[in-house]
């Protein structure tokens, strides 16, 4: 089982990024899915996170990202994406991907709700 996140790299603020996270060992559409990021100094907190594993999508979006951040999955690639819009120095961190296997809505954001993570990979966004 694992996840392996990529895309990260530095960029100049008002700019796009996009990461993936591929899946291998478990399919990912069975599963919830979140992006966390940590920023030095800082906890781990969730970015975008989905759940349809009963067939109906819930999302969540950090209020921080809302309106620049778009969650997709690719269930045939068994990937996962996070396009980043219109970046800001503040959302300079290290994202992680991760996937849960019994999710609640309600917990959805947080980490420990999930059972598998990447390894990371590090965003800079230049001011």
């Known amino acids: 089982v694992q996840l392996q996140a990529s895309g990260g790299g530095l960029v100049q603020a008002g700019k796009s990024l996009s990461l993936s996270c591929v899946a291998s060992g478990f399919t990912l559409d069975y599963h919830a899915f979140g992006w966390f990021r940590q920023a030095p100094g800082k906890e781990r907190e969730a970015v975008s996170c989905i759940d349809d594993s009963d067939g109906y999508s819930q999302y969540f979006y950090a209020d921080s990202v809302k309106g620049r951040f778009t969650l997709s999955r690719d269930n045939a690639k068994n990937t996962a994406f996070l396009q980043m819009d219109n970046l800001k120095p503040e959302d300079t961190a290290v994202y992680y991907c991760?996937?849960?296997?019994?999710?609640?809505?309600?917990?959805?954001?947080?980490?420990?709700?999930?059972?598998?993570w990447g390894q990371g990979t590090l965003v800079t966004v230049s001011s």
């Open positions: 991760a996937a849960g296997s019994s999710v609640i809505y309600s917990m959805l954001n947080s980490r420990s709700s999930y059972d598998y």
